[in-house]
């Protein structure tokens, strides 16, 4: 783990002819047409959270008709007749809000920030490369998700409206208009995807390429930062899922357009077909969408806790485990499907076994806290969060796993508690935490503490006020994606909690105006960033915030693994990767570790 | 009479009327501002002094077929609305007239431009039920649909020729929408209640007529000419009759319709030749 | 309405069994919720920082990371087993404890946005002369199993009856064998559970539970002869191009 003994470089002589230089280039292809990662990372960063802010406003919305059913939405005037005569909703359009909720979330929200912002950011600096393996590619990476995210939005304006058909898009509801009264929508639907697809895959390349290739000397596979570990991972379950999705949609299509018969049963066809190619590719879809958060997690958590992570080589394992796993469990969303039920019990043995790795590496977060020293920063607070919210989520996955227990909760609100606890009170809180970490790094600027702190606190409340009780409205029997629960007699007394989770809602989106007015405010008036804000090991702490363009004015050397804080008989509690083991300083930085020229005297202190 | 001479007849038709009327340049006539809906006065385009009317009776002979009951047990917002218990209007006979029967002008129409009107047709919803069950409109004329229950309707339209609607409406409220191009019949149901039928005939000219219970139906402000007409109805199907109407004429013709023609396929959806001049649809 | 996370009193005695896997479910994770979540609490506060006090320097420890895999390895597949016996006869049309060779034949086809229901009639054969359809409604005997052969006529839908603890999805091409026996009379929900179109939120239909001889009552006063049953060829969804002929009863 600390060994000083350096590896072979694995890079070309030719990478390092061009080390970090000023960019002199023009402002649109500096900034707007950049092939540089920094740039294309903060690029999907606006991007995701463009969408994220379109997810969430669907999501209220729909909140507003469980909330009020049947009641004119405030604002709802704006809309038209179509969707919302006279602000109320109409239950075709409250179908498209929930299909496009989680298409927008899913898809250009969760997976662009995690793949897209992470991958960029964190990769080539961690580690140690100039930049990614192919640049051009990374920058049509970006470039290709803005027409697709243009299509799902145009989708909304088109004669029939949004496809209503669910983010699951069952066929022969999603095959055939007569059924849905959506026409053009869910054709746009599936285009788009098809085309972000395009953009995960040549991500997903790039970042192979760049992780198993562009290595600093001495960064061995065991000393790469876990964010690294998961990203490479996840690239190998993108390249593999994301095809099989584009073949289910295009042949969505060709039943929709050219008069093909994949699932259209009266032609020979078999909705079923559909379900498997969907999950096949949609399970590991949703570990895609939480293993580069578990990266993170890590990071920040053995960062905070000024402590290494617990057990580095079982974390590895059991990223390793979760993504080999997931590729055989994909049937737990069709126990009920009609499948024959001794598939059931074969995936319902595979899904329970998923559940081992993620709970070792619960534990091993735990472990790392375990006799830490833990520094509340904002960052930190929130993988905290991420970590006790993910247990939640994990341990509602068993209740559903059990075939028989999922005869009453599918397709009730138990698994929607469940996928937002994954989803939100996992991944979104782990990309707080990683936004919080990492911005500084990347814009020069501090995200304000305090507006951070009351951020997490708010977020974090109103969000269990919200997603908790759906557990027990699921359990109540609340059946997914009705408009109107109380049309069902066994359903009616539950509308108080509906309102109630409404309300939290509300406040939720409202609590993340202080993000988002952090965000904006320190891009401009943010306290300056110096390099190593959060006193950490990894490499891109060495550079400059932000660092120059080429990142490295020579070839890093990394001397061991990246967690090393508070080892025992050194004053530091971090020892950076890049600082030499005989006492040497490192390139550019003063005797005393500080980086020449920094923004201001680092403390010793991580930033609180 | 075929089309040569349908042309000769209704150029020497038109002569007259322009001789007689002496006002429009030519057969095309002029936009008119605001025409009467279907089945009513068509307005200005047609000069009533040159037009003539065509009147009659649907009856049905023999026995008719028993009402079937409609079990509304499901929805007691409608089920409360009668006082007898509702049926299905597959084919409503009352004193050997046949009502719901669509009569409307197939071919013969001079080349004229019917304008749609701007006040629109109302398809209610009440007691689970559609109001009228056998609807005429004009190409472009306002449907305006209401639901009168106040509980979840949806109105699923199922044209071939026009693009079609598949709309909801969860509360009362009423929602407009309009067709674009003639066809005869289109089917209106709702999925939510699965005994609700409707038929809507859309034409691009207002001569189209629905017969009412005591079987009776009126074409009126039809230029003088040569007329196909044809009545349709959803069980027996259709038939047709040639009618002459001179100006300020005043023809009777009768349908006959009998239980025999039940189940023979009942054309919905057919593309129409609506002129003699013009093939297939506008 | 139940705000813990009891299970409303189920009304069939599979029910039961599956309830009882649930709460050995909430058991287990239960313990394991309140024990992760307060060693984290626990841990956050007495390890935060403290002025003279270092964070220990450990890359970990195998044996509690070979503890912490082998038991929830154990707990899930344990979990595994005891739910796979129950699963089968729920679900498995001749597994034993399964559907009872005498419970009656029904089918229900589902569509957009109702459910129609055949009955077999006197003679408790489906596709016979005495059989009779009804819509949204399902009528049966208490402490007597029935076997709906489901069906869809357009597209997925689910046929969900949560008191029973019973939901298959219904899928348009497939028949699908589900069984059921109610251990008390009365009146129970029916809904739809998968998303089906507009009016999937108000797909609702009732099961009537009746005393051992008031089915048969009710089953002689509904039947009408062939001509009103409807078969699922018949309702198929083809688009229309001629005027359907009626078939609903």
Redesign the interface.
Known sequence: MSTTQLVAPNVSAQHWADPSHPDERPFIRKYVFSTDHKVIGCQFMFLSLFFLLVGGLLAMMMRWQLGYPGQPMPGGGVLPETMAPGGILLPEFYNSLVTMHGTFMIFFAIMPLLVGMFGNWLIPLHVGASDMAFPRLNMMSFWITIPAGLIMVASFFVAGGASGAGWTGYAPLSAVPEYSGVYMGQKLWCISLVILGFGSLMGAVNYITTIVNMRAPGMSWFRLPLPVWALFITSILVLLAMPVLAGALIMLLFDQLIGTSFFLPETGGQPLMWQHLFWYFGHPEVYILILPAMGIASEVISNGSRKPIFGYPAMVGAIVAIAFLGWVVWGHHMFMSGMNPLLGSSFMVSTMVIAVPSAIKVFNWLGTMWRGSIHFHVPMLNAVAFVAMFVIGGLSGVFMASTPVDIYIHDTYFIVAHLHYVLFGGSLFAIFAGLYYWFPKYYGRMLNPMLGKIHFALTFVFYNLVFFPMHNLGLAGHIRRIYDPNQYGFLEPLQPVNTFITLSAFLLGAAQLVFIFNLAWSLWRGQRAPANPWNANSLEWSLPSPPPHGNFTAMPHVYRGPYEYSVTGREADFWPQWEPPDGRPAPDHSPDGVLIGDQKPASREPHR | MDLSMKRFVSLAVAALIVGCGGGADDTGGEAADDAAGAGETAGPVVNPDSAGTITGVVSFEGTPPAP?PI?M??EPTCAEKYTEPPV?E?AVVSDGNLANVYVYVKEGLPDLDFPAPSEGVTLDQTGCHYVPHVLAIQVGQPLVIKNSDGI?H?I?T?P?QN?????????E?E?EREFSTAEVMI?VKC??H??MEAYIGVQDHPYAAISGTDGTFSLENLPAGDYVIEAWH??FGTQTQNVTVGAQETQEITFTFSGEMA?L?????EPLVLHADHAGVK | MRWDWILPEPVSNLGAEIDSIYYLILIITGVIFVVVEVALVWFLIRYRRRDGRRAEYSHGNKTAEVVWTVIPFVLVLFIAYTSNDVWLKAKLADHEGGAPPDAIPMRVMAKQFEWNVTYPGPDGRLDTEDDFAVRNQLHMPVDRAVRVELGSDDVIHSFFLPDFRVKQDAVPGMMIPVWFEANRTGEYDWACAELCGLGHYRMRASVTVHEAGEFEQWQASRGTPAAARIAPADTAGAQPTTSESEESA
């Not at chain 2, 693009?163 to 509360?171: A, D, L, T, W």
């Not at chain 2, 396929?265 to 959806?269: F, I, K, M, N």
């Open positions: 079937e079990d047990a499901e299905k597959a979840l949806n699923n199922q071939s693009r079609g609607f598949n709309i909801s409406q969860p509360v409220m929602t089917p999925d939510v699965g005994w959803e069980s189940g396929p009942v054309p919905l959806g």
